[in-house]
């Protein structure tokens, strides 16, 4: 039997939620990955250090109990019009902040975003960044212009984002689920303070998957599913071996009904088979080898976080497995249900 050992994984951008389904969300992840970067747009937001504190206490407390005791959640806080200064400085305080990273989300573009950020670069939030930049905190962007068309919103966000690089040269970036061949292209032309999160199905699939055999619900996210030549030049990214191209799982649940409906919430819930997922992408390309730097080493090294002497491994076994589908009406549907991947963890 075939075997692959890597590293734990690093997922540089998971939503866990809120309420009941967090238990699981997070035992899901924590299972396979060394640690991972917890999105903030909960219901309420992580707005402050005090919610993140809060935020992370809980995650850790059900990694604990599961048994994994290993696993290390870094934290975002949600950048608001009004959000000051003071609340960077806050956030880096403490010693070995928990606070890693300051999400941008433009108003409206996504899963509660209404109270994201309307002028990216408005005075206040010009010194938040100033604040970020001398504390090595880094600025995660949800790269779309909410009011462009849902296929271009992506691309006509760049040039914010190059004016943030202009006006922060020294501000760490992170362009989140990197979708177009343009994004790509401006990470690749840009310095080594800016990266791009990767996510497994926008490795994996077009707008075609998406729309042509029928609509498919659990397909639908944010950014959209582009055209293969987007596609391609997206898996190229991550099978590359540059250190600034990581994996952001994206992994966003949402129950079935929510997703099963006439207005169809964006989200592609990928957790569960993520790494799977991943290697037969990078097994397709022929570059599995190249498995380990994108999931498990350029993602932390980004972010500064020092890799444990002692990481463990995680292995992987060329076996076919049938993807299930949910064990209740509630829960979320993984892409593919019922079909087959031809890699499985083994625990
Ligand atoms: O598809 C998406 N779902 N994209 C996002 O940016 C947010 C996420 C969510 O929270 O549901
Ligand atoms: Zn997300």
Known sequence: MERLLIRRPWDMHVHFRQGEVLDGLVRE???????????????????????????EFRIKNVANRAGYQHFKP???????????????????????????AVKLYPRGVTTNTS?????????????????????????????????????????????????LTHLF???????????????????QQSGPNVAATITA??????????LKD???????????LKTENDRQAVHAAAVSGNPTFFLGSDSAPHPKNAKETSCCAAGVFTAPILIPLLAESFEDARMLDRLEGFASIYGPQFYGIVPRQSAAL??????????????????AVLPLAGESLRWRIQY
């Not at 199905?201 to 998406?210: A, I, Q, V």
């Not at 029928?214 to 959209?224: A, M, N, Q, S, T």
């Open 29 to 55: 992840t924590a299972r396979y990955c060394a640690g991972a970067l917890v999105m903030p747009n909960t219901s309420p937001p992580i707005l402050t250090y005090e919610d993140a504190l809060e935020y």
């Open 74 to 100: 870094l934290m975002a806080l949600k950048l608001a019009q009004n959000t000051s200064e003071q609340t960077i400085w806050r956030a880096a305080s403490s010693i070995n902040s928990i606070v890693k």
């Open 115 to 163: 109270d994201g950020v309307s002028a990216p670069l408005e005075k206040n939030l010009q010194k938040v960044y100033a604040a970020m930049q001398e504390v090595g905190m880094v600025l995660s962007i949800h790269c779309e212009d909410p009011n462009a068309d849902v296929f271009a919103a992506e691309e006509q966000y760049l040039p914010v984002v190059g004016l």
């Open 169 to 187: 040269p020294d501000l760490r970036i992170v362009l989140e689920h990197v979708s177009t061949r343009a994004a790509v292209e401006f990470v």
């Open 201 to 210: 199905h926008h490795m994996r699939f077009n707008r075609n998957h998406l």
């Open 214 to 224: 029928g609509l498919r619900p659990h397909l639908y996210c944010k950014p959209i």
């Open 314 to 331: 995680l292995t992987l076994v060329r076996e076919t497995e049938q993807i299930p589908h949910p064990r209740s009406s509630e829960a």
